[in-house]
């Protein structure tokens, strides 16, 4: 009897064995799927694009007082000065504070040249799985850190993960997404995760820290991110042996940066991004010293703009799909819009005020970003190599630059100039750079037609750097050169003002690694 009912319990744990078996085969079969594969990587890139920047911003309301406390525990043991002293402390702890949440920015701006063409040379996998493990560390250090030097080097460390991460995460959401349409969506929703991260989560941090401690709120980002490591890690695999010989060399970042096209864009970023980092570190004084502003209000002074900047994603978005001409009109007028909100900034009186034009700067940055982030990987696509590493680290080192810049520089203009003409001098920049976004407006016509994409591959995008070979037959059959200028072509398919034949240059191979 007892034999019996043993060999009845092994069957059955053999049949519950072999059906697990049965439905992680499927799981397999599903991640490999490429349509599957190509949202699970979307997936990926917008939890690691979402843990950096509430990792960015998440310390902005525990860091300061944190400082602020042990900087208190320390004078308790030395007799206190006079007023002069105190107020030079106060002077150098304010700098502190800059420097900390400067490093984060100036590191990555360091670094990202150096990112950018490591990613074109390996891929985006390996190094998206750097970028957050360094992230996983920089937080458990952030979770423990107990002065100042510690918490510096956490910053910085975030900076290297984030110089990796982001600028592989974006890129590779460029590689996967090779139509315009899709691509433009997909990049859309990464920034709707950016948002999110940026504008959520100092209530988040300030939440936890009030009622849980320090430690928690980074505990809690460290475990999301070892989360997003290991899904990389399963769907990505990006030690698995492959061949790399059909891997093309990207164009060189150097000549990235001197392409006019891409220079324009990396400027208009740059400065569509000045207000936002800039009023971060220095709204929270005005808004106490002019509309006496309680602390709860100063908390969630961003939150409201979240929704005007994901209404601003989906507008550029369906408007891209339909009028894609348009791509440089909508930067134009998002950074126009970003002008006239820094303007109106200083004459609000109350918090109710206030939140109009804040949320007129995060809508009109949503423009600016959801058309020109595209618009760089359709440049590259049609003047250079498809390899969009090193181009995403230039529009990653023009974030870096503002936000190098902000917490740095802000209080410092303002304590000089004045609040008013911090804001009216942000506000004039991006009236003033939006008509240079013009040069743009022809960058449609050198767009391959995604319509004969399809026609020449059977299939779609499913490989790293599969378009490449596709995209270079397609220009040269709409006529346009290797640099993105209309050559006309004659019925026998040569070149107007050139002797070699179609069919020679079909034949010619891109340079290998």
């Known amino acids: 009897m007892a034999t019996e009912e043993s060999g009845g319990l092994a069957q059955t744990a053999a049949v519950k064995l072999s059906e697990m078996g049965e439905r992680t085969k499927q799981l397999g079969n599903a991640i490999q799927d490429p349509e599957r594969q190509r949202r699970i990587i979307l997936v990926i890139v917008c939890v690691a694009l979402l843990l950096d920047n509430m990792l960015y911003m998440v310390i902005v309301p525990i860091v300061p007082d944190y400082l602020a406390h042990l ?46 063409t490591f990613i074109d040379r390996v891929g985006y996998d390996i190094p998206l799985l750097i970028g957050l493990s360094i992230m996983f560390v920089s937080t ?6 107990e002065n100042y030097a510690t ?25 996967k997404f090779a139509e315009e349409s899709e691509r433009s969506r997909a990049l859309g929703i990464a920034l709707a995760f950016i948002s999110f991260g940026s504008l959520a989560a100092p209530p988040f941090g300030g939440v936890l820290y009030e009622f849980a401690g320090k430690r928690v709120p980074f505990i809690a980002l460290a475990c999301v991110c070892l989360a997003d490591g290991i899904l990389c890690l399963t769907v990505l695999k990006p030690f698995s042996s492959r061949t790399r010989e059909n891997m093309p060399v990207g164009t060189p970042i150097y000549k990235l940066m001197i392409d006019p096209y891409i220079a324009v864009v990396a400027g208009a970023l740059t400065t569509c991004n000045i207000p936002l980092a800039f009023l971060e570190p220095t709204i929270a004084n005005w808004m106490e010293e002019t509309m006496n502003a309680s602390q709860w209000q100063i908390g969630i002074t961003w939150l409201p703009a979240f929704f005007p900047h994901i209404l601003g994603v989906y507008l550029t978005v369906k408007l891209g799909a339909k009028y894609p001409h348009l791509q440089w009109f909508y930067g134009a007028l998002g950074m126009v819009i970003i002008g006239a909100s820094s303007c109106i900034v200083p004459a609000c009186k109350n918090f109710e005020q206030l939140i109009i034009p804040l949320c007129g700067v995060c809508f009109g940055i949503a423009l600016v970003d959801t058309a020109l982030l595209p618009t760089l990987a359709f440049l590259v696509d049609v003047r250079h190599v498809s390899v969009y590493g090193s181009v995403y680290a230039i529009a990653d080192i023009s974030y870096c630059v503002a936000y190098a810049l902000g917490p740095i520089v802000a209080g410092k203009i303002v304590h000089d100039l004045g609040f008013v003409q911090l804001n009216l001098g942000m506000g004039l920049a991006n009236v003033l750079y939006a008509p240079a976004l013009l040069l743009l407006r022809n960058v449609c016509l050198m767009k391959p037609s995604h319509s004969e994409r399809n026609m020449l591959l059977e299939e779609g995008a499913t490989g790293l750097y599969d378009t490449i070979r596709m995209e270079e037959r397609q220009r040269k059959k709409h006529g346009y050169s290797s640099s993105g200028n209309c050559v006309p072509i004659d019925e026998n398919g040569t070149f107007a003002g050139q002797s070699k034949s179609f069919s020679e240059e079909e034949t010619s191979e891109p340079e290998y690694i």
């Open 71 to 116: 900087e208190s525990e320390s004078e308790q043991a030395h007799v206190k000065g006079n007023s002069s002293i105190n107020s030079t402390q106060n002077e150098n702890f304010d700098l502190q504070i800059g420097v900390l949440f400067a490093s984060k920015a100036i590191l990555q701006l360091l670094v990202n040249p150096l990112t950018g």
């Open 140 to 145: 458990c250090i952030f979770a423990f850190a």
């Open 151 to 175: 918490l510096f080097m956490a910053r910085s460390l975030q900076g290297l993960g984030s110089a990796f991460a982001d600028t592989s995460g974006i890129a590779m959401i460029a590689d």
